[in-house]
């Protein structure tokens, strides 16, 4: 069973940084993509990022388009979410997910595009 741990949340006031991480179990071996959603209260999950393993194509919601940065890193199974210019709309709890190469859902903007969940770390944005 592939065990996704979230850390690097926290309260921060509008305009601050945090980066997230998001580690793989030992259970992970390989790879396809993985990503970070987020649901605020009483809301769905919504698309953050996301970024293909093999050409590190990134992909990004409009809403944290120039503000937000996700990385990988290969060797560790390790996916980065570097905020920046964060504001209060951004307060939500954060979800990391990984699409193994085994898995038919398509897509990477899409919950039902991948097949591990963390089990989300909060970020909360003060005005």
């Known amino acids: 069973q592939v065990q996704l741990v979230e850390s690097g949340g926290g309260l921060v006031q509008a305009g601050g940084s945090l980066r997230l991480s998001c580690a793989a179990s030992?259970?992970?071996?390989?790879?396809?993509?993985m990503g970070w959603f987020r649901q605020a209260p009483g809301n769905e999950y919504k698309f953050v990022a996301a970024?293909?393993?093999?050409?590190?194509?990134?992909y990004y919601a409009d809403s944290v388009k120039g503000r937000f940065t996700i990385s990988r890193d290969n060797t560790k199974n390790t996916v980065y979410l570097q905020m920046n210019a964060l504001n209060v709309e951004d307060t939500a709890v954060y979800y990391c997910?990984?699409?193994?190469?085994?898995?038919?859902?398509?897509?990477?903007?899409?919950?039902?595009?991948?097949?591990?969940w963390g089990q989300g770390i909060q970020v909360t944005v003060s005005s």
């Open positions: 997910a990984l699409k193994s190469p085994h898995y038919s859902g398509r897509g990477y903007s899409t919950p039902s595009g991948y097949d591990y």
């Open positions: 030992r259970g992970t071996f390989s790879t396809r993509a």
């Open positions: 970024i293909e393993w093999s050409y590190e194509t990134t």
